[in-house]
């Protein structure tokens, strides 16, 4: 059996262009989606990271402004930054690139942002509230994962699935999102013993540990599905991801390859909640207007 690939492109692809439907139904009552994203200090990653950003919403049709401090702000600088952005119309997503400089609290300057324009779904509310079933903001690279295999008609109910790696951004809201569409979900981590007793087991395998070749084909069952979050830069400068990819492909019956797997659909989700926060705020403005419904 070799693996079918999922390709990421495609699906982003796919996403993008019915975000772009809405943010022309919205345009036409006259909301455009806008994002604001903070950044503070000088990481060269998060800088490049920043820029796909703005260049996945300008291709959509969103307006998204880039606010940059220098690394010394106080922190109650920007915070009071997000707590204006919080106040303006115009902005229906606000995002805080991580990692913010060592000395600032971060969790403070989360929290600063209103959990109804928290469109990386990181606000403590928005996390409860994924406990729950019922969040508008879906993190954003879970949230890939999930279109993903829908995309592929892939079912979850009754699916084994095993998470590897319990990180609050990928592994914890993924587990859950499959969680709360009845698979049977195992989440796996840095201390887990025989990691391979437990991935063995998966009909969908999700992968987010940042190391390379942690899984092998010995530990992926026949048929099933992998799908690969992990993004490491090894030293001959190659980008891989957690999974050996030729290895794997050659037992999965879907595989998701780094580059051009997950990292796409991050980005796009972001923009798609962006643009739903948009839809939400117009529906509020005009709650009889019946193509601007919130789902
Ligand atoms: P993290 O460092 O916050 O968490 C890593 C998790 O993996 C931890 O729970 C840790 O216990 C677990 N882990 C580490 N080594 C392990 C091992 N040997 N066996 C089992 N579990 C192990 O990382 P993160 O932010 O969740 O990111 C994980 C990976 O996903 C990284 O490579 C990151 O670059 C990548 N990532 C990709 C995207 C994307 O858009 N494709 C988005 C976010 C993160």
């Known amino acids: 059996m070799v693996a079918k690939m999922i390709d990421g492109h495609a699906v982003a692809r796919q996403v993008r262009a019915q975000c772009r ?46 606010y940059a401090f220098d690394a010394s702000t106080p922190g109650n600088v920007v915070e009071a930054e997000i707590r204006r952005l919080n106040d303006d ?18 969790r403070r300057v989360l929290a600063a942002i209103s959990r109804d324009k928290d469109v990386d779904g990181f ?74 007793q437990f991935t063995i087991l998966a009909d969908i395998l999700v992968v987010a540990a940042g190391r390379p ?7 992926v069952r026949t048929g099933a599905v992998v799908i690969d979050v992990g993004i490491n830069r090894l030293p001959d400068g190659r980008l891989v991801g957690d999974v050996d990819f030729e290895g794997v492909r050659q037992k999965a019956s879907y595989i998701s390859p780094v580059p051009g797997g997950v990292g796409p659909m991050t980005v796009t989700m972001l923009v ?9 705020y117009a529906e509020l403005q005009n709650p009889v207007h019946p193509e601007l419904a919130w789902c």
């Open 123 to 196: 606000h403590l509310y928005n996390v409860g509230a994924l406990v729950q079933g019922e969040t508008m903001f879906p993190p954003c690279t879970p949230f890939g994962v999930q279109k993903m295999l829908e995309y592929e008609n892939i079912p979850v109910e009754g699916q084994n699935v095993v998470v590897v790696g319990a990180s609050n951004i990928v592994g914890k809201p993924m587990a859950l999102m499959l969680m709360q569409k009845d698979a049977t979900v195992c989440i796996c981590h840095a201390k887990t013993r025989d990691l391979a």
């Open 89 to 106: 119309p115009t902005v229906h997503g606000i995002l805080v690139q991580l990692p913010l400089p060592a000395r600032m609290d971060g």
């Open 213 to 219: 070749n942690l899984i092998l084909p010995q530990m």
């Open 21 to 66: 439907e809405w943010t022309m139904t919205l345009a036409g009552s006259g909301v455009i989606p806008g994002l604001a994203v903070i950044i503070v200090g000088d990481n060269a990653a998060s800088r490049i990271y920043v820029a796909n950003k703005i260049k996945a919403c300008t291709e959509v049709g969103l307006k998204s402004t880039v």
């Open 272 to 280: 798609h909640n962006t643009v739903q926060s948009a839809r939400r």
